[in-house]
């Protein structure tokens, strides 16, 4: 190790064959026999292969000492496959085992609950007539409004379009575990041939809106028509028509116009943007993502470009999100499949060249049969207000990371919030009644961020109100809107002929005979019911915590015996084989939770 110097560039401790400092987030590696620490970019040594690792050598002293000492591979069905007594424990998810085993299932076809379109008729009357509650399959892009790359597009390109240095999350599909890996590493990885490689990788979350290849991708017209981003966020170029009548801004503009400091929010606002409208997934042959829902009930649209894709759908009903949230509070998560613990679980191929949208609350794994790229987007939209609120609250409830939240989802809100009254506004100014979707949105934004800016709640929030949005006004706005409109109490309906439903009754006051009528409630299967608050609702890789706390049966086979379920042994910390160096060397690397 480097010794300490009088200057302030000697007084740190210096590490590796780059002679640089201990850089917080950086994966390290120590030295069994010199005792040095080298970063892993350095050495060529992935964290996620560190694990594997019992003796390592670094590029010096494997002159004298032989190369690096790997731990024996004892089975092919365990996250860790050096675990001991494996072969009296069960299959975990995304294991080699875990993918013969999906492989030999049926499950039923998701032909009578997937919705196949033309890429015409995928437009916003029909969503706005319709809604948008079962998912959608375009065989063919023409004419939904999508522009991506040719198919001979190739991970190379990406990233050549992204940056070559650009760091990326992979994750490792056999153990469930999430690294950083530059993209030109990723593209080494990429372009070996599937039986060469040591493991199987996985890239669901690049997130490429400020890049070069944005300039690409777009996605479907009905998508920025409904998306939020697109349609209420200031500093947007361009607004897209989601109405018969043209859209208007007029709100931003006098904001954008109103002065100096408005112009500087509006601006600092602008670079806080949610990026989470394009991603490019770059998916290894048999990676699997486990059972999940989009943050913040969000929708999903997703074009696999290169590939195939399978997805496990399953309806977001109260049984099935009470058994979601179950699943999600055991040890042996990965040793349950959660298709099994609900009433249906759909089978629905995505081949390449086809789109498909994902309503708010489905709930979804997915295997990758061939190697893929796709391309996707998640967006929140008008057409699922109170869903979006009660997932968000349920997040919070139980905790989730703020890195899998959706970004700035409160201030999209209050931006939303004024798009709707002006929306409301000018369809009620033409004589027309403004859909019942407008209605319950305005309702259930205006009771909600009243409950924001309570004098008990607004320290909690104060950070997501928009600097350039007087928030009393948009509240008040809210009111006048909803009492313009004739619109009384909201109150939470159920319908006894359906085994779920999650609505709000509203109730119109009128100058005909009927002196009182309530309008027709829209039925959504994809919606969640207060019942199932606690359910646990994340993105991404599916995370362990919830509030609740029952026993469900193991549906993954054990590789021998009939013995239940174990817990896994220890944390993955403390199976992780970097050490941490001593009190002067750098702290050791907390292990990102997946």
Same mark, same amino acid.
């Given at each position: 190790?480097?010794?300490?110097?009088?200057?302030q560039?000697?007084e740190?401790?210096?590490? /590796?064959?780059?002679?640089?400092?201990?850089?917080a987030?950086?994966f390290?590696?120590e030295?069994?026999?010199?005792?040095?620490?080298?970063?892993?970019?350095?050495v060529?040594?992935?964290e996620?292969?560190?694990?594997d690792?019992?003796?390592?050598?670094c590029?010096k002293?494997s002159?004298?000492?032989?190369?690096?000492?790997y731990k024996?591979?004892?089975n092919?069905?365990?996250h860790?496959?050096?675990?001991?007594d494996?072969?009296?424990?069960?299959?975990?998810?995304?294991?080699?085992?875990?993918?013969?085993w999906?492989?030999?299932?049926?499950?039923?076809?998701?032909?009578?609950?997937?919705?196949?379109m033309?890429g015409?008729?995928?437009?916003?009357?029909?969503?706005?007539?319709n809604?948008?509650?079962?998912?959608?399959?375009?065989?063919?892009?023409?004419?939904?409004?999508?522009?991506?790359?040719?198919?001979?597009?190739?991970?190379?390109?990406?990233a050549r379009?992204?940056g070559?240095?650009r760091?990326?999350?992979?994750?490792?599909?056999?153990?469930?575990?999430?690294f950083k890996?530059?993209?030109?590493?990723? /593209?080494?990885?990429?372009?070996t041939?599937?039986?060469?490689?040591d493991r199987?990788?996985?890239?669901?979350?690049?997130?490429?809106?400020?890049?070069q290849l944005?300039q690409?991708?777009?996605?479907?017209t009905?998508?920025?028509?409904?998306?939020?981003?697109?349609l209420?966020?200031?500093?947007s170029?361009?607004?897209?028509?989601?109405?018969d009548?043209?859209?208007?801004?007029?709100?931003?503009?006098?904001q954008?116009?109103?002065g100096?400091?408005?112009a500087?929010?509006?601006?600092a606002?602008?670079?806080?943007r949610?990026?989470?409208q394009?991603? /490019?997934?770059m998916?290894a042959q048999n990676?699997y993502?486990?059972f999940h829902i989009?943050f913040?009930?969000s929708?999903?649209?997703?074009?696999?470009?290169k590939?195939?894709?399978?997805?496990?759908?399953?309806?977001p009903?109260?049984?099935?999100?009470?058994?979601?949230t179950?699943?999600?509070?055991e040890?042996?998560q990965s040793?349950?499949?959660?298709?099994?613990?609900?009433?249906?679980?759909?089978e629905?191929?995505v081949?390449?060249?086809?789109?498909l949208?994902?309503?708010s609350?489905?709930?979804?794994?997915?295997?990758?049969p061939?190697?893929?790229?796709?391309?996707?987007?998640?967006?929140?939209?008008?057409?699922?207000i109170?869903?979006?609120?009660e997932i968000?609250?349920?997040e919070?409830r139980?905790?989730?990371?703020?890195r899998?939240?959706?970004?700035?989802f409160?201030?999209?809100?209050?931006y939303?919030?004024?798009?709707?009254?002006?929306?409301?506004d000018?369809i009620r100014?033409?004589?027309?009644?403004?859909?019942?979707?407008i209605?319950?949105?305005l309702v259930?934004?205006?009771r909600?961020?009243?409950t924001?800016t309570?004098?008990?709640?607004?320290?909690?929030?104060r950070?997501e109100?928009?600097?350039?949005?007087?928030y009393?006004?948009?509240?008040?706005?809210?009111?006048?809107?909803?009492?313009?409109l004739?619109?009384g109490? /909201?109150?939470?309906?159920?319908s006894p002929?359906?085994?779920y439903?999650r609505?709000?009754?509203?109730?119109?006051?009128?100058r005909?005979?009927?002196q009182?009528?309530v309008s027709?409630?829209?039925?959504s299967?994809a919606s969640?019911a207060?019942?199932?608050a606690?359910?646990?609702?994340v993105?991404g890789p599916?995370?362990?915590?919830?509030?609740?706390?029952t026993?469900?049966?193991?549906?993954?086979?054990?590789?021998?015996?009939?013995?239940?379920?174990?817990?896994?042994?220890?944390?993955?910390?403390?199976m992780?084989?970097?050490?941490?160096p001593?009190?002067?060397?750098?702290?050791?690397?907390?292990?990102?939770?997946g």
């Amino acid at each position: 190790m480097a010794r300490k110097g009088s200057n302030q560039q000697d007084e740190e401790e210096l590490y /590796c064959i780059c002679r640089k400092a201990y850089k917080a987030g950086v994966f390290m590696i120590e030295c069994d026999i010199c005792e040095d620490w080298f970063h892993g970019s350095c050495v060529s040594i992935s964290e996620t292969e560190g694990d594997d690792i019992d003796k390592y050598h670094c590029p010096k002293c494997s002159e004298t000492h032989g190369l690096t000492i790997y731990k024996p591979r004892r089975n092919n069905h365990r996250h860790q496959f050096s675990e001991t007594d494996a072969e009296n424990k069960a299959i975990q998810a995304g294991t080699a085992a875990f993918i013969e085993w999906l492989q030999t299932r049926s499950f039923e076809s998701a032909e009578g609950v997937i919705k196949h379109m033309k890429g015409s008729d995928v437009t916003m009357a029909k969503f706005q007539k319709n809604g948008f509650e079962h998912p959608i399959m375009v065989k063919e892009k023409k004419g939904l409004g999508l522009f991506v790359p040719p198919p001979d597009f190739a991970v190379t390109d990406v990233a050549r379009d992204v940056g070559p240095t650009r760091q990326v999350d992979v994750i490792d599909a056999n153990r469930q575990e999430d690294f950083k890996m530059s993209m030109a590493d990723w /593209c080494v990885y990429f372009n070996t041939p599937p039986k060469d490689r040591d493991r199987i990788l996985n890239v669901i979350s690049l997130e490429f809106s400020d890049t070069q290849l944005s300039q690409c991708v777009e996605p479907p017209t009905v998508v920025q028509q409904l998306d939020w981003v697109e349609l209420c966020w200031p500093g947007s170029d361009e607004r897209n028509n989601s109405d018969d009548e043209e859209e208007e801004d007029g709100y931003w503009k006098q904001q954008q116009s109103s002065g100096a400091d408005t112009a500087q929010s509006a601006s600092a606002e602008k670079l806080a943007r949610p990026k989470v409208q394009k991603y /490019c997934l770059m998916s290894a042959q048999n990676s699997y993502t486990d059972f999940h829902i989009d943050f913040g009930g969000s929708s999903v649209w997703y074009h696999v470009l290169k590939g195939e894709k399978v997805f496990y759908l399953i309806r977001p009903t109260v049984a099935n999100l009470e058994r979601y949230t179950s699943w999600h509070a055991e040890d042996c998560q990965s040793e349950n499949f959660l298709g099994d613990l609900v009433d249906h679980c759909y089978e629905c191929r995505v081949k390449a060249g086809a789109t498909l949208l994902i309503p708010s609350g489905w709930i979804h794994a997915v295997w990758t049969p061939q190697d893929s790229l796709v391309f996707g987007g998640n967006f929140l939209h008008s057409l699922a207000i109170p869903l979006q609120l009660e997932i968000n609250q349920i997040e919070k409830r139980v905790k989730v990371q703020e890195r899998h939240l959706f970004p700035n989802f409160e201030m999209l809100h209050w931006y939303a919030a004024t798009y709707l009254v002006e929306q409301s506004d000018r369809i009620r100014s033409s004589g027309k009644d403004a859909p019942s979707y407008i209605k319950t949105g305005l309702v259930t934004l205006h009771r909600t961020l009243k409950t924001w800016t309570l004098d008990t709640k607004i320290n909690q929030h104060r950070n997501e109100i928009p600097r350039n949005v007087p928030y009393s006004r948009v509240i008040r706005n809210l009111s006048d809107e909803i009492k313009a409109l004739g619109l009384g109490e /909201c109150k939470p309906a159920k319908s006894p002929r359906q085994p779920y439903q999650r609505t709000l009754s509203i109730s119109t006051v009128t100058r005909s005979s009927e002196q009182r009528m309530v309008s027709k409630p829209q039925t959504s299967e994809a919606s969640t019911a207060s019942a199932v608050a606690s359910a646990l609702i994340v993105s991404g890789p599916v995370h362990s915590s919830s509030v609740v706390t029952t026993t469900a049966t193991l549906t993954m086979p054990l590789l021998h015996g009939n013995k239940p379920p174990m817990d896994r042994l220890g944390s993955l910390e403390a199976m992780k084989r970097s050490k941490s160096p001593d009190q002067t060397s750098p702290p050791p690397k907390v292990k990102r939770e997946g």
